[in-house]
């Protein structure tokens, strides 16, 4: 890595190239737990960019001030922080989401995709570009959550976002909102993912 | 006998009904990064029941006596401090970053500790260690305790905690050794190109949430059948 990726770059990569979750396997505890329906996805996604964006502001701002054997432990702290802010936000104004949500929101401090961007990116590199890092890939982690979202809450209900699509005649699967419905689209949108890459790559060579 | 009725419940809820990677999506990570063999998927179970033990317990005591709403330690402080009579303290804010806090200084003390003195145990499994800390099964096992401390009707003593804990425990080796497993068969079978690694993992962890679904209802089988041992 002897060019390092500018900001725009960094940002861009977030989105697809480098996608939190399709590409890296990262996060992989929200994207199965919250994905039943758009409404949590898109709540989760919020939340998750609000932390991963200020922890990456806040562990750049700090990052002369880091000792090698502590960072982690100071990372953890951040992002406890700020977990916290995002957490009694939901609940006040956003109660029904929140008692949703359940144990999922606290559980952002340990997903490994924010965790991986402190000590990847924000502890090296200038604010600007932790930042911009911070924002591809949120908007990476929001769009494979929303992927995901889709194909489960229009086959397990019938509707996306709440609204009506596949008509009252649509027998609802439901399996798709229950756990193993999320196992089993995640496996398969991966696989889905890996093969057009796969074929792209194929031809462009 | 009440209360062990109720243990055993609890231990079955947390071991196989709403097993903690099946149904709660929780200890992901491990679960599809450390399940290539059966000795190292168990070694990696076993440590983090460990683990989830010692964070449970330290939680649970945090939790009762500093953390819950009208917990003891911040209220002798408040009128220590000659603040007004009658007032409850909560800290419950706190508890996110307490929680963070003991598990990942726990993790830091049982690597130690095993390191210095039990070396053999220390070569099967403190590899692992390190990586238990980001695990969320620890944390959600923290904030489940968390959440019967906080609503006052139920609240858990440290016994349940501890049988929680231990029942996640055991659900997760449970599943990360039977995904093992199903794995190594899977080395011999023909998977499509596109789903080797991840993909064909987590069709089949699926199919195992599925089955797992199967134990919904054994907890009221279980109920009724102590109910009827003790009525004998």
Known sequence: MSDQPTAAERFLNGILPENPVYRQLLGMCPVLAVTSGM???????????FVLIMSNTLVSLIR??????????????????FVTIADRFLAAFMYDMSKQLGPYVPLII????????AEICASKQKLGTAV???????????????????VREILGSGTWFGIDVLGSGWPAWGIMVLPPGAFLTLGLLLGGAEWFGKRRAAKAS | ??????????????????????????????????????????????????????????????????????????????????????????????SY????FVIASSVQFVEMYVRKFQPKLYESFGVFLPLITTNCAILFACLEIMKHLQDPTQLWGLH???????????????????????????????????????????????????????FTGVDRGVEQALMALIGR
């Open chain 1, 39 to 49: 409404k949590p996805a898109i709540t989760m996604a919020g939340a998750t960019a």
């Open chain 1, 64 to 81: 002369g001030l880091l000792k090698p054997h502590l960072r982690i432990l100071v990372f953890t702290l951040t992002i406890a922080t």
């Open chain 1, 110 to 117: 340990v997903n490994c995709l924010i965790i991986s961007r």
């Open chain 1, 132 to 150: 911009a890092d911070a924002v591809g890939m949120s908007l990476g982690f929001a769009l494979a959550l929303a992927s995901i979202a889709t």
């Open chain 2, 1 to 94: 006998m009440e209360t062990v009725s109720s243990l055993i419940l609890i231990f079955i809820g947390a071991a196989l009904i709403n097993n903690f990677v099946l149904h709660y999506f929780v200890g992901i990570c491990p679960f599809l990064g450390v399940s290539r063999r059966v000795d190292t998927a168990f070694g990696m179970g076993l440590a983090v029941t460990f683990v989830i033990t010692i964070a449970s317990f330290l939680s649970w005591v945090f939790t009762y006596y500093i953390l819950r709403p009208g917990a003891p330690l911040p209220l002798w402080v408040w009128n220590v401090m000659g603040g007004a009579e009658g007032a409850t303290v909560d800290l419950s804010v706190l």
């Open chain 2, 97 to 100: 970053i307490m929680y963070i």
């Open chain 2, 160 to 214: 349940e905690a501890l049988v929680l804990a231990i029942g996640g425990g055991v659900g997760f080796t449970i599943a990360i050794s039977l995904m093992a497993g199903i794995r190594e068969e899977l080395d011999l079978a023909d998977v499509p190109e596109a789903l080797k690694g991840a993909g064909i993992a987590l069709i089949v962890a699926g199919i195992m949430a599925m089955a797992f679904m199967g």
